[in-house]
Structures are given as structure tokens and as C-alpha cells.
């Protein structure tokens, strides 16, 4: 479908909601979900790719899959045990719900290991075996039975399973194995368990210097059991692999929050068993036995002739064949930035900046911190941390700066899901180091992505500020796909501070300049926007609505737009993940695509676009870049930023380069079945356009302005017909 206003169906008469059920009017997110991490899988089966890329994704996948059902296939299971009856956006109960993921996960978990046993001839031809214990040689069954006794023998804990003794825990991602044993003085029969402890490694690599040889470390267990049960026969064996529910859940009351998460994460490792893999030729007595003890109420079991845990083929993938890998990407410093001898705040006051993470380094926004802490002009700095990694320059720089006396203020997110425990200890480093640390809401969680700095300078204070769509997490930042927005408007600013002071004193903001947050007005600032597109097509102007994001499932939004295309409003969603608006239907989105874009980057920037009376790209549009999608915890639940783009640089940057790019790309584009789901892989016709390998070969947005006068930037054009 075109994005040309003048190549606009005509308007249709509005669909009675009436007449249209849940169903027909919304996809399922969980579904919705399951076809995305369908696109992620699809790019370990691209020729193109080098073959441990592919394996990357496919791993993506694996452990894509494995948060899915630990946070989402969890979270139903306990809707269904506990008789809660809510209805998803698609009208179903928890229990369809349930009913239908099931059979798209067996699907979802077929591809993958028809992906596996595809990769993996492919990559033995290249020296790089994964189960690879056909290679196993005389020479390398020395070597493994001796780093056996020497390394897995000293750690693992072989449990018997009998009226004497509880069954064993079995942790959250365990992986473990079970044997039928039968004693060979006696012939008496005995069932042990044998749990591998997850810092040992996924996989052990033989010594070699000619090949690469992997073998599993469940399935060394295996072969060794001689070594720990002597005098016993095996007489039957088996792997599995356990998820448990893995969410927490905020008590109201939760009088210490920080006390209540530390418990927390105890409590997820013990949380009801939500799916069971276990292999193909596992014993049937001790498959029995394992179904019994491990109350699968609700529970996924899973039986496979492959690889159980697929997530783990990350470690192959960390083996040294660069020539089996992308070849290496060097970030860019910006260039305005090194215009003005590597002085951030120079270059920031003389003119906004747009920095385009992977593409542009995030050093940048490090250098920021750092020359705040070190420049005796700063006062202070405020920072909210939702990621931060784990070994994280930004938590240096705040330590740095509180250690050289700034006022240094920390907004930590504890309830930031997987890395909670991570984020509990950057908290007290930054408490010993003199940071004020704040842990925000206790019901919402401090997603906006925003560091604020007041320096003295001439004629008094200067407030610089920037706003992230994504996190300061310095490995996420080289292959996230995110904005960095570095402006010292004195409007902006003074938002910022009250960003800030209702995070930290609850003092909610009774005018904001510019920015928008949630749960306030983030979300009426983005259904008054589509409220005046329509407005404009009911005038008869163009009127058009772009919109980046990673997930959409927002019902008053969609329902928003859905009026908008009856209205004639030409709408493009570039959506990653979950959407679950139906484009294209007749009579209710005739005048909306939907198109995700999945690639060696993962596309993360939050962008909405709004054609203001005017044909897209237009300068006199409005461009708005946030850490919020169109999702209800991300409206409703947490503290996000939208911040509009008013530099006329930095507009055209985000808008003609950045968002036009995304619109343009053939190569890494998947569309949007209304009807029925599904995605088809966009047809390039020889001559695709490639919006990841466009942004790597060319100069830094930083630096556009000149290179655009220089003509060293191809102009980016929208064509008819183009999306």
C-alpha cells in the first residue's frame, strides 16, 4: 500500500464496532508474539547470512521462547488456577489462550531444531561439530573422561530418588538427568538424579587444533555414569530441562521494596513448572517418575530427538572463525562532537544533536557523563537507570562524579524484568559512593530513558539533557537500533526537572512544556495527533500517520486508527514485534500497513510521525521520539518520555533518514496479513534496499548537515508504491 496522501483510497463509511467481533476487530498478542519470534527464527534459515549468525539467531530464538513461556505462557497458567476469566484484546479466555499457543509453540519448536539440523552439517563441513560425539577418538575419550573426573565429578550432586529421600528442587532453566540403575552384586534397582549446575558450561570443546568439536555437557553426564554410580548397571537414562514462572509480582504494600526484591528473586526459582523438555529416547519408568514429582499442572511437556535448550548454541557461537560471522562493525564517533575537540557540552550548545546507536557510538552518551563529573562548571547530574549492564561506564561515571562533590541523583528501576538483581547491586555501589539513590514508583516502572545536567555558565545555569529510546546499556547499544537526543532547550529542560521530581517526590507536574510522559498525557498526546490527522483528511488535506515502535497493543490507539483510515488517513506502523491491529481489513483499515523489520540489528527506536496538514516527510510534520511503545504497561504502567523534535536538523534527520529508511527497506522487510496473521517476507526485485547496510555505509546523522551539502549522502526519496 502506498504511503503517498494522494494515492489515498477514498474514504470508506465507518464500520459499526457492532458488527465486528473481538476476534475479527484484534489479533491475539501472545500469538502475535509467537509469529514474531517466527521472523527471528526465519533468519537462521537465510543463505546470505554467515553460519554462526544464523546459529545466533536460532539461539535468539531459543531464548526468546524460553522468557516467553516463563513471563506470558506463566502468567495465563496462574489466570487458569486461580479462575481468573479476563478476556485477551481478541476475546478469548485464558484458557484458549493457553489452548491456542500450544499448537503454535510445537510448531515454533519444530522450526527450530529443523533449523539446528540444518546448520549443523553445514557448519561440520566448516570444522565445527556440535554433538559431536562421532569425532570422539581415542585421543579425545582420554581428554574427556579425565576433564570429566577433574571438572563435572567435583561439582554435581547424584541424588537416589526413594521413599527416603524428598525428590530434588530442580531450578528454574535446570537441566538434569535421570537413571534407572541396577546393582550388580544383587540385581536391586535403584532411580538417581543428577542436576547440573548452571556455571558449568553449556558445552565442552575438545581440545583441537584442526576441528571444533562440542559436546554437550548434559550429554557428558551421560556417557560417564559409570564413573559415578560403580558397581551399578545402567539399565535406563534420560535428560530434561525445567522453566518455572519467572515473573514477580508487586505487593501494594511492599513496605521496603528493596528487601521485597531480594526475596523476590528467591521466590522465581522456585516458581511453578511451566514447561518440561525432555528427550526422545528418555526412559519411560523414569519419564514416570519425573511427570509425578514435578506437579506439571498446566505445564508444556516437550519431548525432542535434538537439542534440548536451544538458547545455549550461544556459546558456539562465541567460537573464533570470523569468517563465519558479520564482518565487525566500528561504530562512528559523531562528528559534531569531534568538530568541537571531543567537548560534548560545546557541541550541544551550539545545536542539538541526534546520535544513531549501533551505527554512532554510544561513547558519546558516556562522554556526556563523564565530562559532567570531571568539569567543575557541573552542579549536578540526574540519571534514570532501567539497564545498565554489567560492567557499566555510565554507573562509573555517576560514582566519579558523586566522589568529585556533584549532586548526583540515581533513579534505579528494580522491577527491571531478568535484571533485577543486577540493578539491586549497582544501587548500593552508587549509595557508598554518595549518590542519592531513588527507586521510583512501586507500582510503575521508570522506563524513560533521560540524564540531565546543570552547568554554571555565563549569564547562570544551563540545563543539558538527553532523551534515549533505548537503554545505557553499552553492549545492548551496539546492536539496538536506538536514538540518543542531546538538546540544551531551556523548554525542554525544565520538563526534564519535573520529569525527575514526580519520579522522585511524586510531585506530578501541572503544566509540561513539551514533553509528554506517562501515565499522565502520553498517551492523549498521541490520540490527539491522530485526531487531528483525521481532522485534516475530513478537510480534504493530506493526512498521514507514521509510526516505529516495537509492539502495538494499545486497544483506544488501534481503535484510533482504525477511525483515522476510515477517515482516509494514510497510516504505515513499522512494528517489530506484537501488533495487535489487523490492517487492511475492508470497511475498517483499508488505509493501513503494517510491516516488521528483523535483521542483524534489532530494531528498538521509538518513533511517531505525524504529517501536521502536510504530505510524509514534510518539515512541517511532527516528529516525536520516546521509550514507550504502544502497549498498556507502557501507557498505563510505567513513566515514559515522548519528547517532539522541533530542531529543524534533527527533524529532518530523524524523519527524512531514519524513520524514511525504515519505510523504504525491501531486504529486511516482513507485511502483515489482516486476515490472517501471517507475515510475507517483502519481494525485492533485485534492486532491494537495505536500511541497516545504508546507515553502516554512510556518514553519521551528527555529521549529515555538511555531508548532505557535500552530496556524500544518498537523498533518500519516497516512491509511489514504496511500502
Not at 525432542?304 to 560471522?325: C, N, S
Not at 559534531?336 to 550548545?349: I, P
Not at 517476507?681 to 548532505?708: I, K, Q, W
Amino acid at each position: 500500500m502506498s504511503t503517498n496522501p494522494e494515492m489515498a483510497n477514498p474514504a470508506t463509511p465507518p464500520v459499526d464496532p457492532e458488527l465486528l467481533s473481538p476476534e475479527e476487530r484484534y489479533f491475539n498478542r501472545e500469538l502475535s508474539w509467537l509469529s514474531f519470534n517466527q521472523r527471528v527464527l526465519a533468519e537462521a534459515n537465510r543463505d546470505s547470512y554467515p553460519l554462526l549468525e544464523r546459529m545466533r539467531f536460532l539461539s535468539i530464538s531459543g531464548s526468546n521462547l524460553d522468557e516467553f513461556m516463563m513471563i506470558r505462557v506463566a502468567g495465563l497458567a496462574g489466570q487458569v488456577r486461580s479462575g481468573v476469566s479476563e478476556m485477551s484484546i481478541d476475546g478469548r479466555t485464558p484458557s484458549q489462550q493457553l489452548a491456542a499457543i500450544n499448537a503454535k509453540f510445537r510448531d515454533l519448536e519444530r522450526g527450530q531444531q529443523d533449523a539446528f539440523n540444518r546448520l549443523r552439517p553445514l557448519l561440520e563441513a566448516q570444522g565445527i561439530h556440535i554433538k559431536g560425539e562421532d569425532r570422539i577418538d581415542e585421543e579425545a575419550e582420554s581428554w574427556l573422561r579425565q576433564y570429566f573426573l577433574d571438572h563435572i565429578m567435583p561439582v554435581i550432586t547424584p541424588q537416589a530418588i526413594d521413599p527416603a529421600h524428598p525428590f530434588p528442587f530442580v531450578a528454574n532453566l535446570g537441566l538434569g538427568a535421570l537413571f534407572n540403575l541396577t546393582r550388580k552384586d544383587d540385581g536391586s534397582r535403584l532411580v538417581e538424579m543428577v542436576l547440573i549446575p548452571s556455571a558449568l558450561p553449556r558445552f565442552v570443546r575438545i581440545p583441537n587444533a584442526d576441528e571444533a568439536i562440542y559436546v554437550a555437557i548434559e550429554r557428558l553426564v551421560v556417557r560417564y555414569a559409570d564413573l559415578m554410580f560403580p558397581g551399578f548397571e545402567v539399565t535406563g537414562d534420560g535428560v530434561f530441562r525445567v522453566l518455572r514462572d519467572s515473573d514477580i509480582e508487586i505487593e501494594e504494600e511492599a513496605e521496603d521494596l528493596v528487601r521485597y526484591f531480594r526475596s523476590a528473586i528467591q521466590r522465581r526459582r522456585r516458581g511453578q513448572v511451566i514447561m518440561l523438555e525432555i528427550d526422545e529416547s528418555f526412559d519411560a519408568e523414569a519419564e514416570e517418575l519425573l511427570r509425578d514429582k514435578l506437579d506439571l499442572e498446566q505445564a508444556f511437556i516437550t519431548k525432542t530427538d535434538g537439542m534440548l535448550g536451544i538458547a545455549g548454541l550461544e556459546e558456539v557461537v562465541k567460537e573464533d572463525r570470523p569468517d563465519l560471522k558479520f564482518t565487525p562493525y566500528s561504530p562512528r564517533y559523531p562528528e559534531r562532537v569531534m568538530e568541537h575537540d571531543g567537548d560534548v557540552f560545546a557541541a550541544v550548545h551550539e545545536k542539538d544533536i541526534v546520535i544513531h546507536h549501533p551505527y554512532e557510538s554510544f561513547e558519546v552518551v558516556v562522554d556526556f557523563l563523564r565530562q559532567a563529573a570531571n568539569d567543575p562548571n557541573v552542579i549536578s547530574i540526574k540519571q534514570a537507570l532501567y539497564r545498565a549492564g554489567q560492567q557499566s561506564p555510565v554507573i562509573n561515571a555517576l560514582t566519579e562524579a558523586a566522589e568529585n562533590g556533584k549532586s548526583v541523583t540515581a533513579v534505579v528501576e528494580l522491577k527491571a524484568r531478568f535484571d533485577e538483581e543486577q540493578n539491586l547491586k549497582w544501587a548500593g555501589e552508587l549509595e557508598r559512593a554518595g549518590v542519592q539513590v531513588i527507586y521510583g514508583f512501586i507500582d510503575w516502572k521508570t522506563h524513560a530513558k533521560v540524564s540531565m545536567v546543570v552547568r554554571q555558565e555565563e549569564g547562570g545555569y544551563r540545563t543539558y539533557c538527553h532523551f534515549g529510546t533505548g537503554n545505557y546499556h553499552p553492549v545492548t547499544a551496539k546492536i539496538y537500533t536506538d536514538l540518543s537526543y542531546f538538546t540544551a532547550d531551556p523548554a525542554i529542560g525544565r520538563d526534564a526537572s519535573k520529569l525527575f521530581n514526580f519520579i522522585t517526590g511524586y510531585v506530578e507536574p501541572q503544566k509540561m512544556e513539551r514533553v509528554a510522559i506517562s501515565p499522565l498525557d502520553l498517551l492523549e498526546t498521541l490520540l490527539e495527533n491522530i485526531e487531528a490527522e483525521i481532522a485534516f483528511a475530513r478537510e480534504g488535506k493530506p493526512a498521514t500517520i507514521w509510526m516505529k515502535m516495537n509492539q502495538i497493543t494499545e486497544k483506544r490507539v488501534i481503535d484510533k486508527l482504525y477511525e483515522a483510515s476510515q477517515a482516509g488517513v494514510q497510516v504505515v506502523l513499522i512494528c517489530r514485534g506484537i501488533c495487535c491491529l489487523r490492517p487492511g481489513v475492508p470497511g475498517l483499515s483499508d488505509n493501513i500497513t503494517v510491516k516488521s523489520i528483523i535483521g542483524r540489528f534489532l530494531e528498538h527506536s521509538r518513533i511517531y510521525a505525524f504529517g501536521n496538514g502536510e504530505a510524509l516527510p514534510s518539515d512541517k510534520a511532527k516528529v516525536y521520539i520516546s521509550s514507550a511503545d504502544v502497549m498498556d504497561r507502557n501507557l498505563y504502567r510505567r513513566v515514559e518520555a515522548m519528547v517532539p523534535i522541533t530542531n529543524d536538523t534533527v527533524h529532518d534527520q530523524i524523519l527524512e533518514q531514519v524513520l524514511l529508511a525504515n519505510l523504504l527497506d525491501t531486504e529486511l522487510s516482513w507485511l502483515l496479513d489482516g486476515e490472517t496473521g501471517d507475515y510475507e517476507r517483502v519481494e525485492s526485485d533485485g534492486d532491494g534496499f537495505n536500511c541497516h547496510d545504508y546507515f553502516m555505509t554512510n556518514p553519521s546523522l551528527s555529521g549529515r548537515g555538511g555531508a548532505l551539502k557535500e552530496d556524500r549522502v544518498p537523498k533518500l526519496t519516497l516512491r509511489k508504491g514504496a511500502v
